[in-house]
């Protein structure tokens, strides 16, 4: 990812995937059996000739050396091959293949796999106390780096996605004050993003790679819920009481340019101003007015 971000630099791999060198496992497991049989044929021809032993022997230690170098590989899988600790190459190859019997094979999983952090408790860039947690779906890339760069990858990917996820929510506010401020909630998307460019930033090294990530809890810690909940509850009055008072503004003036228009009736600027008060009294106030009744004149 091109995205600038802020995470640790990590160190340049040491080592890189490539593939081992491998021969199909048919073959190799037909000799090996026809090596065992060829033993035991020798084994029994030993009481007419000891050498037959010898050479049973002989062969049957061929045939159990090379049927060690057998291995299967399921689907979704791959084997780290090491000759005398040294890396040399990965089968990726599924079904049953053969290599150098001396080498050892670990096996890693290369399926889609899912993280779900623990609820998270941090503070976010106000200082408020937030609850927060998400979930990460990686594969692992590069079996190498995998293996030898990291000294558990399963643990690694847990521990970086941690602090990802803990760097994300002390950088941003769970609600943002000015209308143009990112936020935790207002912009779940952006940050989102922002966490997918930092995990990659962080596991790249591992040679694992970032599928998807998301926040799947996000709210204000208990002992602050009930009074950030006044609060946004306050904000949403105000903000209603705003488009209120703006459409009653808009009503009143139209009203007073349709009066003047169709001269309905000649009004000072005193009346005037008591017809906005009262206008506005009615068409902004939270509970339906009382009319008074004039019967007498307009100035009484």
């Not at 050479?55 to 061929?62: D, F, H, I, K, S």
């Not at 819920?225 to 503004?249: F, H, K, N, T, Y």
Request: glycine share 8%; charged share 20%.
């Amino acid at each position: 990812m091109s995205e600038n971000v802020d995470a640790p630099e990590m160190p340049a791999p040491r080592v890189r995937e490539f593939p081992a060198r491998s021969i199909g496992g048919g073959l190799a497991l037909l000799l090996g059996l026809i090596g065992l049989g060829a033993a035991i044929a020798l084994f029994a021809g030993a009481e007419k000739n000891p050498l037959f032993a010898v050479g049973g022997a002989v062969v049957l230690l061929a045939a159990l050396i090379g049927l060690r170098g057998l291995n299967t590989v399921a689907p979704g899988e791959a084997r780290v091959v090491q000759l005398f600790g040294r890396y040399r190459g990965t089968i990726r190859q599924d079904g049953l293949r053969w290599v150098n019997p001396f080498t050892s094979r670990r096996k890693i999983s290369t399926r889609v796999r899912n993280h779900e952090t623990a609820v998270l408790k941090v503070n976010d860039a106000y200082g408020n106390p937030i609850e927060l947690a998400a979930v990460v779906v990686w594969k692992v890339n590069d079996t190498a780096q995998a293996t030898f760069e990291v000294d558990n990858y399963l643990e690694f990917v847990s521990t970086q996605t941690e602090a990802a996820v803990r760097h994300i929510a002390i950088e941003y506010p769970y609600d943002a004050h000015e209308e143009d401020g990112l936020s935790l909630r207002g912009n779940a998307e952006e940050i989102t993003e922002k966490l997918a460019a930092e995990l990659h930033a962080r596991v790249e090294a591992a040679g694992v790679q970032i599928i998807e990530s998301r926040f799947t809890h996000l709210a204000y810690a208990p002992e602050i819920a009930s009074a950030m909940l006044q609060r946004q509850q306050a904000g949403a009055v105000v903000a209603a009481r705003r488009e209120i008072v703006d459409g009653a503004v808009g009503m009143v003036e139209a009203a007073l340019a349709r009066i003047a228009e169709q001269d309905i009736v000649d009004l000072d600027e005193e009346r005037k101003a008591a017809m906005v008060s009262n206008l506005m009294v009615v068409l902004c106030g939270d509970r339906a007015p009382q009319p008074v009744l004039n019967t007498g004149t307009l100035y009484q």
